[in-house]
């Protein structure tokens, strides 16, 4: 089976380092390789072998209204009849800068980049440039894309100096980033009391989203929110997941919670590369060439991913968030108890459209949660689950996407191939 994704593969791995543009999609965390796809609809994807999966993927979170989608489709064939790209202004981009700031409640002003990494990295240099501080507070087990200084690694304690988590990265670079880890509420006061003075900002993931799905404590996302306003620095809400996603509005509007700037990505580009990062307009003003702030980029506000992004979100608004949360629930619910039922030990939380598969017997609060999960089921479960026609993120540090394109016969088809995991002892 999977002959040509394999001969792909084989090929893939002589020209692309792993074979891969992008490392977890190369399967090993499940001693896997990866499917090729060719075309995607729906809920549904395609391999080149012609064979079929039910996708709890989405192109890692882009794809809530599923697969080319007809109104996101009809946008894209009239965009391109128009021109790939003019490296000037076009109206689509005003229109989906006005639809963010109208809807989320951070964002005042929004400025778009081509990707979450570059969105992150920018609102980075945004809040430095502001505050004239250097330190920033990042969660531990929290990604926002790979811009050198958040590819730090946890030292051990509360609020280390962070040692860079991969060889290229000077560790001068990252020894401005200090570690919290996720749902610490302690270690962050701490945190402040002790660099309060020289931290630019608190980045978060208000759900995270890669470690698996950790909702955030009560009181959590609250705290980073007032020790970050009384030390003068700001709070950054990377919603590059979460956007459009745990509401139309954002986290931030789910929580009643107002960051300084806000990261976006994914969902707003509909499937094409984009991100984009806004905030108060007293700060977004100070952003080049209003401010001194430099920033730039030969493709950002593509006439395409603008296309693309404004057709998903004008969908999206007429599309019932609750129901949708309701549906992620009742099967995540149910993963749960069938999992449960074979004597395997499983959380499965979700929130809104997102959840996840933790094979632990306790709650899952962070990362350090994260990492005692039995690997070796997870394992299991991902490749008999592909096996049968279901397409799971390759790692138990991903969260499992939900779109309006699943149908209750896609839950249902889902459950069953779970129902016929074996699991050794
Ligand atoms: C995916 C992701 C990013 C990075 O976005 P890219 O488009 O992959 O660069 C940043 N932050 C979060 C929370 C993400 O999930």
Redesign the pocket.
Known sequence: MDDTSRRLFVEARRLIPGGVN?PVRACRNVDSEPLFIVKAAGCRLTDADDREYIDFVLS??PMILGHAESSVTAALHAAVERGASYGAPCPDEVALAGEICAVVPGVEMVRMVN??????MSALRLARGVTGRNKVVKCVG?????ADPFLAAAGSGVATFAIPGTPGIPGAVTADTLLVPYNDISAARECFAVHGQQIAAAIV?PVA??MGLVPPAPDFLETLRSLTGAHGALLIF?????GFRVAYGGAQARFGIDPDLT?L??IIGGGL???AFGGKKRYMEQVAPEGRIYQAGTLSGNPLAMAAGLATLRKLKTLDYNALEKRTRDFAAELGQIIRAKGVPVQTPSLASMFGIFFSEREIRNLEDARQCDQRRFTTFYKQMREQGVYLAPSAFETGMVSFAHTDADFAASLDAARAVTFSR
């Open positions: 992008s890692w979170g990707s979450g990494t570059e969105a992150a929290c990604y926002h894309g790979h993931e989203g890669n990377d919603e590059v997941i979460t990261v990505g994914k590369p984009v991100g």
